[in-house]
C-alpha cells in the first residue's frame, strides 16, 4: 500500500549498501537472493494458514519465529520451507493453547498448495495417499523441530509492547491509536525477516514505531527509543530490513536441490 511503499527509498539505499559489499560471484548473490525468498515463502505460508484455521496472531507470530530458529541452522535445501510452515504453525498452537486438529492444519496446507498450482481446492480424503503424505511430512517436520530448537519454545513478542509505547509516545487517544495500528502491520510484515532472531522485542517495535511515525507525518520526541531500552543503530537495522521486503518481487515457492554432501 501507500504507506509501505514510501519506505522503498530506504529499501534502496540498502540494497545499495549491501550490494557494495556483496561477494564478487553474482551467482553467490543470487542463491542467498532465492533462500531468502523462500523463508518469506514459508512465513507468508504460516500466515495464511493461520487466518484459514482462525488463529490468533500470537501464534502465527510464535511459529514465524521457530520457523526462522530453525533455518538459521538448517538449510532450506534440504528441508522444504512449505513442510516446515506446517510443522511451526501446528506446533505453535500447541504452545500457544490454540491447538488445532491434524486434519484441519493438513487441509489448509493441501488448498494453498492447490491454490498455488492453479487448480480449484478440494478437501484432502482423510484416507487418501495424499493424506497419509501430508500427516506423514507434518508430524516429521514437528519432530525435527523440537529436536532442533532444543524444546525451547516460549517467545517474547514486539506486539505486547505496542499500546505501552503509543500510549507513552503520543498525547491523545486517537493518535496513539492510529501509531499502534500502523505499528502492528510492520511488526508482521517483520516475522518474514530473521529480525525477530536478531534483534529484542523492545527494539523491533521501537524501529515499527519509528516507521509508522513517518507514514503518518507524526513528530515524536528527539531520541524517544531510549526510553524503552533501544540502540538508534539496531532500529535502523530492523528498519532496513523490513524496508527491503517491500522492493522485493512477490516470493515464489522454488523446489531446491540439496547441495552435494
Given at each position: 500500500d501507500g504507506a509501505r511503499h514510501s519506505?522503498?527509498?530506504v529499501a534502496e539505499r540498502t540494497r545499495a549498501n549491501m550490494s557494495a559489499a556483496a561477494p564478487s560471484s553474482a551467482s553467490a548473490a543470487d542463491e542467498a537472493d532465492l533462500i531468502a525468498g523462500q523463508k518469506v515463502v514459508g512465513c507468508e505460508m504460516i500466515q495464511q494458514m493461520g487466518i484459514l484455521l482462525r488463529l490468533p496472531q500470537v501464534v502465527l507470530a510464535s511459529a514465524q519465529v521457530?520457523?526462522?530458529?530453525f533455518y538459521a541452522r538448517r538449510s532450506v535445501k534440504k528441508f522444504d520451507v512449505r513442510h516446515f510452515a506446517m510443522g511451526a504453525l501446528f506446533l505453535a498452537a500447541k504452545v500457544e493453547e490454540q491447538p488445532r486438529k491434524t486434519r484441519d492444519v493438513v487441509n489448509v496446507a493441501n488448498h494453498l498448495e492447490q491454490r498455488r498450482a492453479g487448480q480449484a481446492p478440494q478437501p484432502v480424503d482423510i484416507f487418501s495417499q495424499r493424506y497419509a503424505t501430508y500427516k506423514?511430512?507434518?508430524v516429521k517436520a514437528e519432530r525435527e523441530l523440537l529436536k532442533e530448537l532444543g524444546f525451547i519454545l516460549y517467545t517474547e513478542h514486539p506486539h505486547?509492547?505496542?499500546?505501552?509505547?503509543?500510549k507513552l509516545l503520543t498525547v491523545d487517544e486517537g493518535t496513539s491509536k492510529r501509531l499502534a495500528q500502523h505499528a502492528w502491520n510492520?511488526?508482521?510484515d517483520s516475522q518474514r525477516t530473521d529480525a525477530c532472531i536478531k534483534h529484542a522485542p523492545e527494539v523491533i517495535c521501537c524501529a515499527a514505531i519509528f516507521m509508522s511515525a513517518r507514514v503518518l507525518q507524526l513528530k515524536l520526541p528527539s531520541g524517544w527509543w531510549e526510553l524503552f531500552d533501544a540502540q538508534k543503530d539496531e532500529m535502523d537495522a530492523v528498519v532496513a530490513q523490513i524496508s527491503a521486503l517491500y522492493s522485493?518481487?512477490?516470493a515464489r515457492y522454488v523446489r531446491l536441490q540439496p547441495d552435494p554432501e
Open positions: 519506505l522503498v527509498t521457530m520457523f526462522h530458529r506423514d511430512r507434518l505486547k509492547f505496542i499500546l505501552n509505547y503509543a510492520f511488526i508482521n522485493r518481487p512477490p
